[in-house]
């Protein structure tokens, strides 16, 4: 089976109603973005690839990652990256051990900071490592928490509206590091978004759904 995000017959019901279906893959590099209204059912679908899909639903259909099967595994042996629109970072903790969240646990101390420290250098935030996230411009804090989920070496990114809240240069700017990044990563990127510049932004093809 083919590398990349694959979602095969995808369908995510709410009793008896239908929220959405969905039959497409994404291959490594490649961005496709779901444009649809507010309760379409965007935030839902990525719940249901992440492994956290809320009871009151009912999900069918396989997402596959590489060819391997992970709707079956627990969320956090997916190996999948989400970014949303209002990204929390830990509060009174720094910069630095915020991002050490992203990182494997089996990774020793002095790597980790020097992993930490490259991450904060890729985004131009080069000596952020001991700064409190409250002092944070909202750019800075959109860097940060790309890195925190790059860091754990995702083999997708999610992008839930990510970039809704920021202002329009800023908007701009953060659009292409995001994109930029998963690029040079190779990851399958799955923007789901109701804005038709995010989608554009992408650079991939754009699925609608209906409501
Ligand atoms: P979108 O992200 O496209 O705005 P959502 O996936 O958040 O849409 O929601 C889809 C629909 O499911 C909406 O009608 C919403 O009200 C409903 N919904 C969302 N979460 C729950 C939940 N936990 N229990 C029941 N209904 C929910
Ligand atoms: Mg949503």
Do not use: W
């Not at 709410?14 to 969905?22: A, D, P």
């Not at 249901?48 to 997402?63: E, H, N, P, Q, R």
Request: net charge negative.
């Amino acid at each position: 089976m083919a590398d990349g995000l694959g979602l095969s017959n995808v369908t995510i019901h709410r009793g008896e109603t239908c929220l959405l279906s969905v039959d497409t893959h994404i291959n490594r590099g490649e961005a496709l973005t779901i444009m649809g209204p507010s309760g379409s059912g965007k935030s839902t679908l990525l719940s249901y690839i992440t492994g956290s899909l809320d009871l009151a639903f009912k999900a069918a259909g396989s997402v596959t990652l590489d060819g391997e099967e992970i709707d079956t595994k627990p969320a956090h042996l997916r190996q999948i990256g989400i970014l949303f629109q209002d990204d929390l970072l830990f509060p009174h903790m720094s910069v630095g051990a915020n991002l050490s969240f992203g990182l494997d646990r089996s990774i020793p101390r002095v790597e980790r900071k020097d992993r930490i420290n490259a991450a904060l250098d890729s985004v131009g935030l080069a000596g952020f490592f001991d700064r409190d996230p409250a002092t944070l411009s909202g750019g800075q804090r959109a860097r940060v928490s790309l890195m925190r989920t790059l860091l754990s070496d995702p083999k997708a990114l999610l992008l839930d509206e990510p970039f809704s809240r920021l202002d329009q240069d800023l908007r701009q700017q953060v659009r292409e590091l995001v994109f930029n990044h998963a690029k040079a990563q190779s990851l399958p990127v799955l923007l789901v978004t109701h804005d038709m510049d995010d989608a554009q932004a992408a650079g991939g093809a754009i699925l609608r759904l209906d409501r």
